[in-house]
């Protein structure tokens, strides 16, 4: 059984730009959360998915936005980039609402420069 | 992989020895309570967890002790091996059917052999 991937896996990007990440979950998970993780801040919710509504959203600004398809796969999406977003940025899946059988993928190492 | 936590509580310990990890949650109201495991340059990778419902879980060489008066969580490792080596958090699900978790600072495990 797969696990959760995350593409790409390390990503480069110019203040400024903006940037799309990809989740793929757990075949048959339909929740989808995203998460930050930097050495300063530890890991820090951004949002929920399932069903392709979000249900729940982190304090974070407008600049971060998801969404999410039909086949449970997710997007999140980073505008106007600044230095302060460079970060792992995690996604975690699970069978339905509900945290439990939460599964984190490896994550998309992002750095802005 | 770059480190996924800076000026983290460390322990250190030797080969053989047990391990206690301890963690205090913020929400009284949590229902469910996580911990993880994360290695350099991964996601974080899921030990066991328990239900506010109960005040102990075992698995194999991990046991969670939950004790909901104090709001405090601890991960006991028995014969700890350098394998053990990397960060551990714990997590609590503060609003029950979301898929939302709250995360602590992380405690970093370094094992000598």
């Known amino acids: 059984k797969a696990g959760v991937t995350q593409t790409p896996r390390y990503l480069i990007k110019t203040r400024g730009q903006q940037v799309t990440l990809s989740c793929s979950p757990i075949s048959g998970h339909r929740s989808v959360s995203w998460y930050q993780q930097t050495p300063g801040q530890g890991l820090q919710f951004l949002f929920e998915?399932?069903?392709?509504?979000?249900?729940n959203k982190g304090n974070f600004p407008g600049r971060f936005s998801g969404r999410q398809f039909s086949n449970s796969r997710s997007e999140m999406n980073v505008s106007t980039l600044e230095l302060g977003d460079s970060a792992l940025y995690l996604c975690a899946s699970s069978l339905s609402q509900g945290a439990y059988g939460y599964t984190f993928g490896s994550g998309t190492r992002l750095t802005v420069v | 992989g770059e480190s996924v936590g800076l000026h983290l509580p460390t322990l250190s310990v030797q080969e053989g020895d047990n391990s206690i990890i301890n963690c205090a949650y913020s929400n009284s109201a949590s229902d469910y309570f996580i911990w993880y495991k994360q290695e350099s340059g991964k996601g974080p990778q899921f030990i066991i967890d328990?239900?506010?419902?109960?005040d102990k879980r075992q698995g194999q060489r991990v046991t969670v002790l939950l004790n909901k008066t104090v709001k405090h969580l601890s991960l006991q490792i028995a014969a700890t091996q350098p394998g053990d080596s990397a960060v551990y958090f714990c997590a609590e699900n503060q609003k029950s059917g979301y898929s939302t978790l709250t995360f602590g600072k992380g405690t970093m495990l370094l094992v000598s052999p």
């Open positions: 328990i239900r506010s419902n109960m």
């Open positions: 998915y399932f069903s392709e509504t979000q249900r």
